[in-house]
Every structure is written in structure tokens, then in C-alpha cells.
């Protein structure tokens, strides 16, 4: 699938949003870049602000026939009508984000750079396996998901597969024919113009 297919977008929010002004921006990244999927990574335990996040961020991807996940928490994904989650802890809690959430639901797991960390969340049933970073030798602890480890996971495993972390335009090259999505976030946040931003990062995808 990776091999023969443009690899589609999974955009992630900024840790912190200002509710004012980020669905404007929201909604012009995706006015101007095709994206599969929005993810809610919002550094916040505050209920009330996820749940005001969660359904802003809700209303402008919806509108445009965009999925959104949201990082672990099972219940603000269903109470604000999410269509998944994102699970950060590889494939412990799958089972249980599948079970609670349903067969309709979204659920993906990140599993950093361990493929056996991946075919569990596979076979526990997540819907998408990430890994990550592919780039940046200064996150965590240095170690990065290597190429290939996605050419192996092309060729072998039918659960999709994200590659995220220090995306460049470089590495968007380079991982575009062995990887499903590139999750992409801090990287076009940071510019005046997002929209331009991640438009320039994925150009070379056609």
C-alpha cells in the first residue's frame, strides 16, 4: 500500500492552543493541504479546556470531512462526538480504547521505535501503528525509527503505519514510498503562515 499509494496527512495541534485565534488557523492548513486525520495533543489535564479545544478543533475538521483522534483520553472522545483516539503508550491499552470506543472508533499506538511494540498494537487491533521520530537526533533519547523499519513494516504488515517526529522535507522524500501518513505538527506550527508551511514540507508528494 505505501509503496503505490501518496502517503495522506495526519496533522497534530500545538501542546497549547489559543481558542481565538487557532481554528482560523486550523481551518486554513486545511483549506489548503489535503489531511486525513486531525490529532488533539494538548498538553492540558483541564477537563474543560479539552472538551472547549476538543469541540472547536471538532467543528472546523468535521466541516471539511476530516477524522479527529485524541491523545489517551477515551472518554472526552466520545462525550465531544471524536471519532478515536491516539494511545502514546504502544499497544497497552488497545484492547481496552477498542472495547470501550467500539468497532467503528478510530485507534491508532505509537510505539516509538520498537517493531514489536507495533505488531502487538496491530494484532491487539489499533487501526494504525506510528512511529517515531524519523528525524531531530536531539528528541528523547536520540534514538530515531529507522527507514527500515518502515520498509520492513510495508512489506509484511497491512496495519498502516504514521511516521512522525522531525518530519522534514527531506525525510518526507525519502520515507514517502515505504510509509502511510506523516503526522506532522510542531514543524509548520512555529511559521507566520501554517498552511504555506506544511504545503512546502509535503510538496514533493504531488
Given at each position: 500500500m505505501a509503496a503505490e499509494?501518496?502517503?495522506?496527512?495526519?496533522?497534530?495541534?500545538?501542546?497549547?492552543?489559543?481558542?481565538e485565534t487557532f481554528p482560523d488557523r486550523l481551518a486554513a492548513v486545511l483549506d489548503t493541504v489535503e489531511v486525513?486525520?486531525?490529532?488533539?495533543?494538548?498538553?492540558?489535564?483541564?477537563?474543560?479546556?479539552?472538551?472547549?479545544a476538543a469541540d472547536a478543533c471538532r467543528l472546523v475538521a468535521h466541516a471539511r470531512d476530516v477524522a479527529v483522534v485524541i491523545d489517551n483520553h477515551l472518554l472526552l472522545a466520545e462525550r465531544h462526538g471524536l471519532d478515536g483516539v491516539h494511545l502514546t503508550d504502544g499497544a497497552r491499552q488497545v484492547r481496552k480504547a477498542r472495547?470501550?470506543?467500539?468497532?467503528?472508533?478510530?485507534?491508532?499506538?505509537?510505539c516509538g521505535t520498537s517493531r514489536h511494540e507495533g505488531i502487538s498494537a496491530g494484532e491487539a487491533g489499533a487501526d494504525y501503528v506510528a512511529f517515531g521520530p524519523i528525524g531531530g537526533a536531539d528528541l528523547g533519547d536520540g534514538s530515531l525509527a529507522p527507514f527500515e523499519l518502515f520498509e520492513w513494516w510495508s512489506e509484511m504488515i497491512e496495519v498502516p503505519v504514521i511516521a512522525e517526529g522531525g518530519v522534514s522535507e527531506e525525510l518526507v522524500a525519502r520515507f514517502g514510498p515505504v510509509t502511510d501518513f506523516f503526522a506532522v505538527g510542531e514543524e509548520i506550527w512555529a511559521a507566520t503562515d501554517a498552511a504555506q508551511s506544511l504545503k512546502r514540507l509535503v510538496s514533493c508528494l504531488g
Amino acid at each position: 500500500m505505501a509503496a503505490e499509494d501518496r502517503p495522506q496527512i495526519t496533522l497534530i495541534t500545538p501542546a497549547v492552543l489559543d481558542l481565538e485565534t487557532f481554528p482560523d488557523r486550523l481551518a486554513a492548513v486545511l483549506d489548503t493541504v489535503e489531511v486525513a486525520c486531525l490529532r488533539l495533543s494538548l498538553a492540558s489535564r483541564d477537563t474543560d479546556l479539552l472538551g472547549r479545544a476538543a469541540d472547536a478543533c471538532r467543528l472546523v475538521a468535521h466541516a471539511r470531512d476530516v477524522a479527529v483522534v485524541i491523545d489517551n483520553h477515551l472518554l472526552l472522545a466520545e462525550r465531544h462526538g471524536l471519532d478515536g483516539v491516539h494511545l502514546t503508550d504502544g499497544a497497552r491499552q488497545v484492547r481496552k480504547a477498542r472495547k470501550d470506543l467500539g468497532a467503528d472508533a478510530i485507534v491508532g499506538a505509537f510505539c516509538g521505535t520498537s517493531r514489536h511494540e507495533g505488531i502487538s498494537a496491530g494484532e491487539a487491533g489499533a487501526d494504525y501503528v506510528a512511529f517515531g521520530p524519523i528525524g531531530g537526533a536531539d528528541l528523547g533519547d536520540g534514538s530515531l525509527a529507522p527507514f527500515e523499519l518502515f520498509e520492513w513494516w510495508s512489506e509484511m504488515i497491512e496495519v498502516p503505519v504514521i511516521a512522525e517526529g522531525g518530519v522534514s522535507e527531506e525525510l518526507v522524500a525519502r520515507f514517502g514510498p515505504v510509509t502511510d501518513f506523516f503526522a506532522v505538527g510542531e514543524e509548520i506550527w512555529a511559521a507566520t503562515d501554517a498552511a504555506q508551511s506544511l504545503k512546502r514540507l509535503v510538496s514533493c508528494l504531488g
